[in-house]
């Protein structure tokens, strides 16, 4: 199941750095950063602080996600989606994903909310990688809005992506 790499089929891009001072890459998922929203009592859907350094100096806007790969569907599950971050925006602080710069637009993720899910694997399904990606672009503003699906969002980045940084977090359900 973790050999599955969900952006191995799209172009290959130059990367840039992506951090959290509340996790590493690789990290393990605190318990703050489950999903109440999905059952899991002790998780309160709060996605970790980020900050991005190092993207090509053409970018004109950025795209936020949260992605499992190893989610029981044939799609994975998206967590988080956000497009049209000003590229002055370099980071996005700890809390549920919905304190956005004027002109950020984020959409649904695959829970229904616009906000960010928490993470949430079936106990015993195993370990689970949450990958956040931030995508530069080279647009200021793709044409999406809050009804627009993540996957439509990603279709948008491969024209017009330019670089992108990763940062994943594992989780699994005992």
Same mark, same amino acid.
């Given at each position: ?9 799209? /172009? ?7 951090? +959290? ?15 109440? %929203? ?14 991005? +350094?190092?993207? /090509? ?16 569907? /044939? ?10 971050? /000003? ?20 959409? %649904? ?64 359900? %005992?």
């Amino acid at each position: 199941m973790l050999d599955r790499q969900p952006y191995q089929d799209l /172009p290959e891009l130059p990367t840039f750095e992506l951090r +959290s001072s509340d996790v590493e890459d690789g990290g393990l998922a605190e318990d703050w950063m489950l999903s109440a %929203k999905m059952g899991i009592e002790k998780g309160t859907d709060t996605m970790p602080q980020l900050s991005w +350094s190092g993207f /090509p100096e053409e970018t004109k806007s950025f795209v936020v996600t949260c992605f499992d790969p190893d989610a029981p569907t /044939p799609s994975g599950f998206w967590h988080y989606s956000v497009a049209n971050l /000003p590229v002055s925006t370099t980071s996005l602080e700890r809390g549920h994903g919905d304190q956005l710069p004027a002109g950020a637009v984020a959409q %649904k993720n695959d829970g229904g909310s616009l906000e960010f899910t928490g993470f949430a694997p079936p106990a015993g399904h195993g370990a689970h990688r949450y990958t956040f990606c931030v995508t530069a672009v080279d647009t200021a503003k793709l044409d999406v809005d809050e009804n627009t699906t993540p996957a439509v969002v990603n279709f948008n980045l491969f024209t017009h992506g330019i670089a992108r940084a990763f940062l994943t977090v594992i989780h699994e359900e %005992k």
